[in-house]
């Protein structure tokens, strides 16, 4: 079954600080979604990604996917007290379901 | 907009009880999952449906049944609690299993 393996685990950025997290899978990656939950919430889709080099950004926040290192980051520029949270990296399982890493818990200090 | 409903939002179940949580969905996906989040596990998959009247089994089923009885309702029934249940349940749908997955806002649970 395909893993996700995310790192760091979490970590704690100053204010306006970027950040990179990142999520390698032990299999051929064909679309890597990104999640972010905040604590006692449910989980909010950011972005799919779903061929080899593509890009995407939403405000602040950009995710690649290289497919030959099976392998997608997301970075954070400029971060924001509103960034603060946990991103979860999910792709197609074998359950023809989503398998998440086990996510970054992100906190950011003033 | 609902979107995608849970209920309850958190209860606390005696161990051995039957207990039934609630998921709704009104965007008419025809896949839903439910899921269950426990410290330093992640998210781990516990059943799923790809459509009306299907349903399978995901990473960790012991203990736990599902029904999918119309395209938005997936009710998920703990037969008989353990304290091992206690964790955060996440209901999610998605138009296709090959598509991104909505969330709820998750049931906390508690077996004692």
């Known amino acids: 079954s395909q893993e996700l393996e995310q790192s760091p685990q979490s970590l704690i950025v100053q204010e306006g600080k970027n950040l990179t997290i990142n999520c390698t899978s032990s299999k051929t990656l064909y679309g890597l979604y990104w999640y972010k939950q905040k604590y006692g919430e449910g989980l909010i889709f950011l972005m799919m990604l779903q061929k080899g080099g593509e890009e995407k950004s939403h405000e602040k926040i950009t995710a690649k996917l290289d497919e030959k290192k099976q392998q997608s980051s997301l970075h954070i520029t400029a971060s924001q007290p509103s960034h603060a949270g946990i991103y979860l990296c999910?792709?197609?399982?074998?359950?023809?379901?989503?398998?998440f890493g086990k996510g970054t818990m992100l906190l950011v200090s003033p | 907009i609902a979107g995608i409903t849970q209920a309850p939002t958190s209860q606390i179940l005696a161990a051995g009880r039957r207990m039934t949580l609630r998921c709704t969905q009104d965007m008419r996906h025809n896949a839903m999952y439910w899921y269950r989040q426990d410290l330093g596990l992640g998210l781990r998959l516990i059943h799923y449906?790809?459509?009306?009247?299907?349903?399978g089994k995901g990473e960790v089923p012991d203990g736990y049944s599902v029904s999918r009885a119309n395209t938005d309702d997936f009710p998920l029934t703990l037969a008989s609690a353990v304290p091992s249940q206690t964790s955060v349940y996440f209901c999610a749908s998605s138009v296709t299993g090959a598509t991104e997955a909505f969330f709820g806002q998750g049931t906390r649970l508690t077996v004692v």
């Open positions: 999910g792709a197609m399982g074998g359950y023809s379901t989503l398998t």
């Open positions: 449906s790809n459509t009306a009247g299907t349903t």
